[in-house]
């Protein structure tokens, strides 16, 4: 098993002295020679990681470069915040551009909270690979002798999971170091850092939005993320994680009012967004407190702009979190929207029931069922039937027949 | 093109009933998939097209278009195509530099208020010249003039209100498939709302019973009620509105549909072959 994981998680690099024959795979190089993505196995769509593995899992192997993820905030924000979290410290390993907007907390404490990554596939790969073949006679000997016909079959596994890996993975206990944090670039949009001049040029946008549109282009124009843009240098993806987006404090009182006044402002934005992200290489995860917007019809036109939308539901402070049922999950997950770019046929998820949890290092997504029935009852039921069965037995012993209990 | 939505609808690329007003509506549901059948359908039909694509890239249409066996950009070159790339001008628009003042065409993006006029005096323009042109040039003669617009619903979101787009509708109307006998097929979406009218005007519900009264005739596509199943994709409901005489003559048929990788398969309800 050890095997074919160290395989695919060595860099391409190394395996390049194997590869000698003329025969070679028929690739876009192109594609291939940004870091940290790969094409997608369904439409050759250039995917890259959100960070967690199970999210990837379910978005089609990632998100497609040039689109927004949508995910609807929790009601306290905390889950939301993680997966952005992930996304961003996902960007810092493999070496992507950053760009952070948030209104509420400045965009450098959301990158010092950013998650340790488990760089062990560097480590251990080295101490594994001489010992190989004498381990692995080893491992057949230990290991345990079950009948052939179970041999075969795959392992129960709820969490999501694809067969290969791609990504890396966190531990949240911990935060990133320092020091592999800065190596990233990284470009902030700290609202309130932003002098916003009024441009009456156009009503339908406020000016917060139209401010980090305008410097969303900057930056993409500047550092050449464009795709247009001459292919000079190697390319690279650009991250963009926008924290909050509707909320009060980015000047939009979507989540005040039931009629909102400029209730066009955020659907123009992302409008916008998605024009600016089509034509370059760079994504955008966007978070929206969603529980704050009454109006159902202006949530669904705003998830039709983006392209994937996940909604999370937070047992927290709901009366769900002391329910036997969901005892094992932190909150349900809702996919609101697959992805169908370039395809005619989104790839749809086999189970729309998901919930997710937090273990004490990693954050998953699961796929959600009932937990075995041991409640007390159940367990004095069959006590009384064991002691049932036991006088029984002792009766058949005894030589007298006719019991009730013989009936099934 | 899907060809059995072409039996379903008796249509082919060799005969199709012309000054027809298509419209594409989805709820819950995604529609979309159905553009792309009526954009293939009529490129195949040597007719000319004005493709109003609001909602995505060309390189998304183009894909999809490939894989259905026609190609966007050799129909663009030849001039069979006209495609407005909505999220391109948009960008010179949304975020306005001093030296390039942006197309024409969007210009509702800088004031909703005056509405969609210049993108129909955009489509009115190019199609009337082009009339003009097939008389003089002569070299290839393409069939009736046909208008796609994806999709309405955006305008909505992008501020303009719902009259100004079904006054666009009619005037579309009124040039494509009166005064030069050609097609028009637009995709509006509904939002999830499931049909809850307790007084309040929902824009895209309201857009949507003003459209359907324009078209003769209606996909209108919807989720499963019993809900989500990975074989089924969902139903399409397909109602046809004639006049014939003096009363209207509707006729309605519901299908239930799945969408492949290159196409999409309908069925009449309870036959899925994943159920059989």
Same mark, same amino acid.
């Given at each position: 098993?050890?095997?074919?994981?160290?395989a695919?998680?060595?860099?391409?690099?190394?395996?390049?002295?194997?590869?000698?024959?003329?025969?070679?795979k028929?690739?876009?190089?192109?594609?291939?020679?940004?870091?940290?993505?790969?094409?997608?196995?369904?439409?050759?769509?250039?995917?890259?990681?959100?960070?967690?593995?199970?999210?990837?899992?379910?978005?089609?192997?990632?998100?497609a470069?040039?689109?927004?993820?949508?995910?609807?905030?929790?009601?306290?924000?905390?889950?939301?915040?993680?997966?952005?979290?992930?996304?961003?410290?996902?960007?810092?390993?493999?070496?992507?551009?950053?760009?952070?907007a948030?209104?509420?907390?400045?965009?450098?404490?959301?990158?010092?909270?950013?998650?340790?990554?488990?760089?062990?596939?560097?480590?251990?790969?080295?101490?594994?690979?001489?010992?190989?073949?004498?381990?692995?006679?080893?491992?057949?000997?230990?290991?345990?002798?079950?009948?052939?016909?179970?041999?075969?079959?795959?392992?129960?596994?709820?969490?999501?999971?694809?067969?290969?890996?791609?990504?890396?993975?966190?531990?949240?206990?911990?935060?990133?170091?320092?020091?592999?944090?800065?190596?990233?670039?990284?470009?902030?949009?700290?609202?309130?850092?932003?002098?916003?001049?009024?441009?009456?040029?156009?009503?339908?946008?406020?000016e917060?939005?139209?401010?980090?549109?305008?410097?969303?282009?900057?930056?993409?124009?500047?550092?050449?993320?464009?795709?247009?843009?001459?292919?000079?240098?190697?390319?690279?993806?650009?991250?963009?994680?926008?924290?909050?987006?509707?909320?009060?404090?980015?000047?939009?009182?979507?989540?005040?009012?039931?009629?909102?006044?400029?209730?066009?402002a955020?659907?123009?934005?992302?409008?916008?967004?998605?024009?600016?992200?089509?034509?370059?290489?760079?994504?955008?995860?966007?978070?929206?407190?969603?529980?704050?917007?009454?109006?159902?019809?202006?949530?669904?036109?705003?998830?039709?702009?983006?392209?994937?939308?996940?909604?999370?539901?937070?047992?927290?402070?709901?009366?769900?979190?002391?329910?036997?049922?969901?005892?094992?999950?932190?909150?349900?997950?809702?996919?609101?929207?697959?992805?169908?770019?370039?395809?005619?046929?989104?790839?749809?998820p086999?189970?729309?029931?998901?919930?997710?949890?937090?273990?004490?290092?990693?954050?998953?997504?699961?796929?959600?069922?009932?937990?075995?029935?041991?409640?007390?009852?159940?367990?004095?039921?069959?006590?009384?039937?064991?002691?049932?069965?036991?006088?029984?037995?002792?009766?058949?012993?005894?030589?007298?027949?006719?019991?009730?209990?013989?009936?099934? | 093109?899907?060809?059995?939505?072409?039996?379903?609808?008796?249509?082919?690329?060799?005969?199709?009933?012309?000054?027809?007003?298509?419209?594409?509506?989805?709820r819950?549901?995604?529609?979309?998939?159905?553009?792309?059948?009526?954009?293939?359908?009529?490129?195949?039909?040597?007719?000319?097209?004005?493709?109003?694509g609001?909602?995505?890239?060309f390189?998304?249409?183009?894909?999809?278009?490939q894989?259905?066996?026609?190609?966007?950009?050799?129909?663009?070159?030849?001039?069979?195509?006209?495609?407005?790339?909505?999220?391109?001008?948009?960008?010179?628009?949304?975020?306005?530099?001093?030296?390039?003042?942006?197309?024409?065409?969007?210009?509702?993006?800088?004031?909703?208020?005056?509405g969609?006029? @210049? !993108?129909?005096?955009? #489509?009115?323009?190019?199609? +009337?010249?082009?009339?003009?042109?097939? &008389?003089?040039?002569? %070299?290839?003669k393409?069939?009736?003039?046909?208008?796609?617009?994806?999709?309405l619903s955006?305008?909505?979101?992008?501020?303009?209100?719902?009259?100004?787009?079904?006054?666009?509708?009619?005037?579309?109307?009124?040039t494509?498939?009166?005064?030069?006998?050609?097609?028009?097929?637009?995709?509006?979406?509904?939002?999830?709302?499931?049909?809850?009218?307790?007084?309040?005007?929902?824009?895209?519900?309201?857009?949507?019973?003003?459209?359907?009264?324009?078209? @003769? !005739?209606?996909?209108? #596509?919807?989720?499963?009620? +019993?809900?989500?199943?990975r074989?089924? &994709?969902?139903?399409? %409901?397909?109602?046809?509105?004639?006049?014939?005489?003096?009363?209207?003559?509707?006729?309605?048929?519901?299908f239930?549909?799945?969408?492949?990788?290159?196409?999409?398969?309908?069925?009449?309800?309870?036959?899925?072959?994943?159920?059989?």
């Amino acid at each position: 098993m050890a095997a074919p994981m160290s395989a695919v998680g060595k860099p391409s690099a190394e395996r390049s002295p194997f590869n000698t024959t003329s025969f070679q795979k028929k690739t876009r190089t192109k594609l291939i020679s940004i870091p940290g993505t790969r094409p997608s196995v369904q439409n050759g769509q250039l995917l890259v990681s959100t960070g967690v593995t199970s999210l990837d899992y379910l978005l089609g192997g990632g998100l497609a470069v040039g689109t927004v993820l949508l995910i609807e905030e929790d009601r306290y924000d905390s889950y939301s915040r993680m997966i952005l979290k992930y996304f961003l410290a996902e960007g810092v390993v493999c070496r992507h551009e950053l760009f952070v907007a948030a209104a509420q907390d400045n965009p450098d404490d959301i990158l010092q909270e950013l998650p340790a990554p488990i760089l062990d596939d560097i480590a251990i790969h080295k101490p594994v690979e001489q010992p190989r073949l004498s381990c692995e006679p080893q491992d057949s000997l230990d290991a345990m002798k079950i009948a052939w016909r179970y041999q075969n079959l795959p392992k129960v596994q709820s969490a999501l999971a694809s067969s290969s890996r791609f990504g890396h993975y966190y531990d949240v206990s911990k935060t990133m170091e320092p020091e592999i944090r800065q190596a990233a670039k990284c470009h902030h949009f700290y609202l309130p850092e932003h002098p916003t001049q009024s441009s009456p040029a156009h009503s339908t946008m406020l000016e917060s939005y139209s401010a980090l549109l305008k410097s969303l282009q900057e930056v993409i124009n500047r550092e050449g993320f464009d795709v247009a843009a001459p292919m000079s240098k190697s390319r690279n993806i650009l991250r963009i994680g926008l924290h909050s987006l509707g909320s009060a404090l980015w000047g939009d009182d979507l989540s005040c009012h039931d009629n909102p006044k400029n209730g066009h402002a955020l659907t123009t934005f992302l409008y916008g967004l998605r024009a600016l992200l089509r034509s370059s290489l760079s994504v955008a995860v966007v978070t929206l407190p969603s529980h704050l917007i009454q109006d159902r019809a202006l949530m669904g036109s705003i998830t039709r702009l983006c392209d994937n939308a996940i909604a999370l539901e937070s047992f927290k402070g709901s009366e769900r979190e002391t329910n036997p049922l969901y005892k094992d999950y932190h909150g349900l997950l809702h996919v609101r929207q697959v992805p169908h770019l370039n395809c005619l046929a989104s790839k749809l998820p086999d189970h729309k029931d998901l919930a997710f949890k937090l273990k004490r290092k990693q954050f998953s997504i699961e796929r959600l069922h009932l937990p075995p029935d041991l409640s007390e009852t159940v367990s004095r039921v069959s006590r009384g039937e064991l002691a049932g069965a036991a006088t029984v037995a002792s009766a058949c012993g005894s030589g007298s027949s006719g019991n009730k209990h013989l009936d099934f | 093109m899907f060809t059995e939505l072409n039996s379903i609808l008796n249509t082919t690329p060799d005969s199709f009933t012309q000054g027809e007003f298509v419209l594409l509506s989805d709820r819950q549901s995604d529609a979309s998939f159905l553009i792309h059948h009526f954009l293939s359908l009529y490129l195949r039909a040597r007719c000319r097209v004005w493709f109003v694509g609001l909602v995505q890239s060309f390189n998304h249409y183009s894909a999809i278009s490939q894989r259905l066996g026609v190609s966007l950009t050799q129909a663009k070159e030849k001039g069979q195509l006209v495609f407005l790339e909505g999220l391109k001008e948009s960008l010179s628009v949304l975020i306005p530099e001093d030296t390039d003042p942006g197309s024409q065409a969007m210009d509702f993006l800088r004031d909703p208020a005056v509405g969609l006029k @210049s !993108l129909y005096e955009f #489509v009115r323009s190019s199609a +009337t010249s082009s009339a003009v042109g097939k &008389h003089e040039e002569a %070299e290839e003669k393409w069939g009736p003039p046909v208008l796609l617009v994806d999709d309405l619903s955006v305008l909505l979101s992008l501020g303009v209100s719902v009259g100004a787009v079904l006054d666009f509708s009619h005037y579309c109307r009124a040039t494509v498939c009166s005064q030069l006998q050609g097609n028009m097929v637009m995709l509006s979406r509904c939002d999830g709302g499931e049909e809850e009218d307790d007084g309040d005007d929902e824009g895209s519900e309201r857009l949507l019973k003003g459209l359907t009264h324009q078209c @003769s !005739l209606t996909l209108h #596509v919807q989720g499963l009620p +019993t809900g989500y199943c990975r074989d089924i &994709h969902g139903q399409v %409901e397909v109602c046809w509105r004639r006049r014939q005489g003096d009363g209207h003559h509707t006729q309605k048929k519901l299908f239930q549909y799945k969408v492949h990788d290159k196409g999409a398969s309908f069925f009449a309800p309870g036959t899925s072959s994943a159920v059989l």
